[in-house]
């Protein structure tokens, strides 16, 4: 294995870990590299499959060229078609012009297919077929178009079961899979969890200026015991968390377990999410990003005022009126950020703050839904309706934030 050149791209693209198994998964991404055979990547939700897609253009002849990753899951069924292969003008209502579609446009580059078992099986006969010779008919066309597309993909469910249930095609499956990348599951890499943690932790740190959480060493045991169904998705949120809601910095295990799950369920069994619980914890992560706001925001607030205070002070000439109103308004603020910070303090675990729809008393009449619609809505609106700069400015993926909006009958 080259050591030197592995541990350039862990720096390059901040990939951090030692496991053998990464090591072997990051190295035949290097090795496939500069072919142009199929790549499928497979692991479970969260072990940090979108890594490698990119690895594989930058280090590819292509890489000069064009590279999309797409989620085949947040396209939804009847448009699916259309993105990749593209459509002419008027073949279905709103095609206004042409389009050329991913494979139209990334001609001599890589398209990522992420969660590729999602596709339709109609789309899967196109993909097919233009993954055999090149060929491809956009939707309403007649004539055959050529396209020189390399293609990796990734995916996180049982493509063996989905082809036994007659959701994936056979043939499509070998084709993808010429060379396949295993991810491995968090619960495996050992020691590599702790290296995770403390980056994590410091881009907590560098990113809202505060010090650092660091875990004891009976906490580092603790966090390698633990099974991460959501891999190191999941010990990234956790991380995040407990770097905002600890008031102390120095994590012990009696900390570290009231973020954690205790269920014994979840612990134990290396569980790929089921649909519920990643929502679930999207949800969590918009809130608690909410928390955050509203907390500097405070501070910033109380910052502000003291500034106002010195400067009135400094102001010969200043009223006693002037003054005693500054007061007073300093006073309300502080109150308000102690009664937020004691709050976000005593609350039990992350787990149960959302379970109990935990909200800040200001926010008494709004329940977590319409937070989180809220959060929606004004993102859109800020990246002006553009629904992939919204899911990346939220931290969510662009999938959950497609089932947010069908839940909430914004995806019209
Ligand atoms: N080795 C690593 N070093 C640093 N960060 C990592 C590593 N592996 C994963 N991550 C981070 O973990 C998060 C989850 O990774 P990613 O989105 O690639 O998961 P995934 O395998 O695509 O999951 P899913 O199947 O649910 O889409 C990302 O924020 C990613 O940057
Ligand atoms: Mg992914």
Same mark, same amino acid.
């Given at each position: 294995?080259? =050591? =030197? *050149?592995?541990?350039?791209?862990?720096?390059?693209?901040?990939?951090?870990?030692?496991?053998?198994?990464?090591?072997?998964?990051?190295?035949?991404?290097?090795?496939?590299?500069?072919?142009?055979?199929?790549? !499928?990547?497979?692991?479970?939700?969260?072990?940090?499959?979108?890594?490698?897609?990119?690895?594989?253009?930058?280090?590819?002849?292509?890489?000069?060229?064009?590279?999309?990753?797409?989620?085949?899951?947040?396209?939804?069924?009847?448009?699916? /078609?259309?993105?990749?292969?593209?459509?002419?003008?008027?073949?279905?209502?709103?095609?206004?012009?042409?389009?050329?579609?991913?494979?139209?446009?990334?001609?001599?580059? =890589?398209?990522?297919? /992420?969660?590729?078992?999602?596709?339709? @099986?109609?789309?899967?006969?196109?993909?097919?077929?233009?993954?055999?010779?090149?060929?491809?008919?956009?939707?309403?066309?007649?004539?055959?178009?050529?396209?020189?597309?390399?293609?990796?993909?990734?995916?996180?469910?049982?493509?063996?079961?989905?082809?036994?249930?007659?959701?994936?095609? *056979?043939?499509?499956?070998?084709?993808?899979?010429?060379?396949?990348?295993?991810?491995?599951?968090?619960?495996?890499?050992?020691?590599?969890?702790?290296? !995770?943690?403390? !980056?994590?932790?410091?881009? @907590?740190? *560098?990113?809202?200026? @505060?010090?650092?959480?660091?875990?004891?060493?009976?906490?580092?045991?603790?966090?390698?015991?633990?099974?991460?169904?959501?891999?190191?998705?999941?010990?990234?949120?956790?991380?995040?968390?407990?770097? %905002?809601?600890?008031?102390?910095?120095? %994590?012990?295990? *009696?900390?570290?377990?009231?973020?954690?799950?205790?269920?014994?369920?979840?612990?134990?069994?290396?569980?790929?999410?089921?649909?519920?619980?990643?929502?679930?914890?999207?949800?969590?992560?918009?809130?608690?990003?909410?928390?955050?706001?509203?907390?500097?925001?405070?501070?910033?607030?109380?910052?502000?005022?003291?500034? @106002?205070?010195?400067?009135?002070?400094?102001?010969?000439?200043?009223?006693?009126?002037?003054?005693?109103?500054?007061?007073?308004?300093?006073?309300?603020?502080?109150?308000?950020?102690?009664?937020?910070?004691?709050?976000?303090?005593?609350?039990?675990?992350?787990?149960?703050?959302?379970?109990?729809?935990?909200?800040?008393?200001?926010?008494?009449?709004?329940?977590?839904?319409?937070?989180?619609?809220?959060? !929606?809505?004004?993102?859109?609106?800020?990246?002006?309706?553009?629904?992939?700069?919204?899911?990346?400015?939220?931290?969510?993926?662009?999938? =959950?934030?497609?089932?947010?909006?069908?839940?909430?009958?914004?995806?019209?």
């Amino acid at each position: 294995m080259r =050591t =030197t *050149e592995l541990q350039s791209i862990k720096q390059r693209y901040n990939i951090v870990g030692n496991c053998e198994a990464l090591n072997r998964a990051l190295d035949v991404a290097l090795q496939v590299a500069p072919t142009d055979l199929s790549v !499928l990547i497979v692991g479970e939700s969260g072990v940090g499959k979108e890594i490698i897609p990119r690895v594989i253009h930058d280090n590819s002849p292509r890489r000069r060229e064009k590279y999309f990753a797409i989620n085949c899951g947040s396209i939804p069924e009847g448009t699916i /078609d259309s993105e990749l292969f593209g459509h002419v003008k008027g073949s279905f209502t709103g095609a206004i012009n042409d389009s050329p579609g991913y494979f139209g446009v990334a001609n001599k580059g =890589t398209l990522f297919l /992420d969660e590729v078992g999602e596709l339709p @099986m109609a789309t899967q006969a196109r993909l097919l077929r233009v993954l055999e010779n090149g060929e491809y008919i956009p939707v309403g066309a007649t004539e055959v178009r050529k396209t020189d597309v390399r293609i990796v993909a990734a995916t996180n469910v049982n493509i063996r079961q989905a082809i036994s249930e007659g959701r994936f095609r *056979e043939d499509l499956y070998y084709r993808l899979n010429q060379v396949p990348v295993q991810m491995p599951p968090l619960r495996e890499r050992g020691e590599d969890i702790v290296l !995770l943690f403390r !980056l994590f932790a410091l881009q @907590m740190a *560098e990113k809202y200026r @505060m010090d650092k959480v660091v875990l004891t060493d009976e906490a580092k045991h603790l966090l390698m015991r633990y099974k991460w169904p959501g891999n190191v998705r999941q010990l990234k949120n956790i991380t995040e968390q407990i770097s %905002i809601l600890s008031t102390d910095r120095q %994590i012990t295990p *009696e900390i570290l377990a009231r973020f954690i799950p205790q269920d014994q369920e979840t612990t134990q069994l290396a569980t790929i999410h089921s649909e519920g619980e990643h929502s679930f914890e999207n949800e969590r992560e918009i809130l608690y990003k909410i928390l955050f706001e509203l907390r500097s925001n405070v501070n910033d607030m109380r910052r502000e005022m003291s500034t @106002m205070k010195k400067q009135l002070e400094d102001v010969k000439g200043a009223t006693p009126t002037q003054l005693s109103t500054v007061n007073s308004q300093l006073s309300t603020v502080t109150s308000q950020l102690s009664t937020l910070n004691s709050q976000l303090s005593t609350l039990p675990s992350a787990e149960d703050a959302v379970a109990e729809e935990y909200v800040e008393p200001e926010m008494e009449s709004l329940n977590l839904n319409d937070l989180s619609r809220q959060m !929606l809505e004004k993102a859109l609106e800020r990246n002006g309706g553009n629904r992939k700069k919204a899911a990346l400015e939220l931290g969510i993926s662009d999938r =959950t934030l497609y089932r947010r909006l069908k839940q909430y009958g914004l995806d019209k």
